[in-house]
């Protein structure tokens, strides 16, 4: 075997942890992983691209090399398995501390965070390079490493990005990229994305050594039956690590989480409650803003709401019969922001009627003016003048009138000139119009 210090994984170490440090700097917004360690280290799983890639060359230089020397620096006492390990394990410590430096990285980016370190997920990454680490053996086996290397480096980023966008969602986790889809403050990993990479991950590693072994001539027809048992072990591992992947993933969705249950929350003893999970709340709590806003409302003459959450899940109304609303909280959110989130549930409530394809479009452009209408009656009474620095934003209004139809900006301004009591009036008639599906009627000039 070389000696340590000309194995090509150390070679590439330096500059390989430098692309991560960069791509890290460059491409992972604070605000994707503020406060979350479990985003944070999901989100390395983009870094896969430069750890993975440099465990499949440096497999497939060390392999090549070893197997052009015919064996000759090989003691013959040694099993195959030693074999083996002593030609990789130089990859994969060099992947894992690219993979980690990242992890660290992103770490330190996300600040601290109430959170515990996601075991499970770093696991799942990191049997994820043994899969490299196989694609490396079998093309240093069966090449030459001027073509191995480059075939490597190839078939590692064509599984990483094929997986990624493959249509059929389960096999998307196969490879690891998707994992990058998880989390957020309301959410949680969903755990049988990350078995299925492991499932699969070391299935794949066992299958394509043994592939390896069984066409260690360089020809893809191995010769003796012990060759071709080997060939058809690792198939058979290969298909059923695949298959057990599959099966372990086949209930996740495009995103590998699952909401956090609310019994996780932490609430207020405000009137409306107010729940947020502790990921919500570890940079400022806002929950008294969100009680605040709904007080003022339901004083303007909006409905009344009793009680204040934040959680995930497509069944989960934005304001419910009972007066329960679902509101989007983030670490690190701004009262302004809260605010907004609070002040535009009813709008957003009344748009998310289902109305069928006959309806006019202008009862979206009326449900905007609906929400400008709510976050400014807030503001007012809640926030001082600096933090009402650009809210409520109106320029939405001006993109969604068209020449020739239903002038929004127009309809704002006219309201805005009404006194409070017939704003008030003009708010609840609104939301409750929208609420039936109802376009309301455009505004005249009214009483000041």
Known sequence: MLPVTRRPAWWLLAPAIGLVVLYVQQYVPSLQIIAQREAAVAASALLLIFSASLVSTTAALEV????????????????????????????????TIVQMSGIFVLLDKAGSAPDRFPVLITVGLLCALLFHAGIGVFLGTWLRPRFAVPFALALSYLWLGFAWSFDFVPVRYLAGLALEGCCSPSETVDISAVVALIVFSLAGFVGLVLMAGG??????????????????????????????????????????????????????????EVCLFSTQLARGDTRHVYADTFTVLAARGMPKVTQVFSISGDHEPVLSAQGVANVVAAPGQSRSAALESAASTFAVAASNTECGDDVSTDIYGWSEVLKVWSVQA?????????????IPDTSFLELISEPGETDFAQQWQVLSGFDEQSQNDWAASTYRQLSQCQVPAQLGVGPR
């Open 64 to 95: 090549g090399r070893d197997r052009a020397s015919c064996g000759m620096t090989e003691v013959s006492v040694r099993s195959k398995i030693e074999v083996v390990a002593a030609r990789l394990w130089p990859c994969l410590v060099a992947g």
């Open 215 to 272: 066409v260690d001539s360089r020809k893809l027809r191995p010769r003796g039956n012990r060759n071709w048992l080997r060939l058809v072990a690792g198939i058979a591992t290969l298909g059923l690590g695949t298959s057990l992947g599959l099966f372990a993933a086949r209930d996740v969705g495009v995103n590998p989480v699952v909401a956090r249950p609310l019994a996780d929350a932490q609430c207020s003893n405000s009137v409306p």
């Open 378 to 390: 807030a503001a007012l009474q809640i926030l001082d003048s600096e933090e009402r620095e650009g």
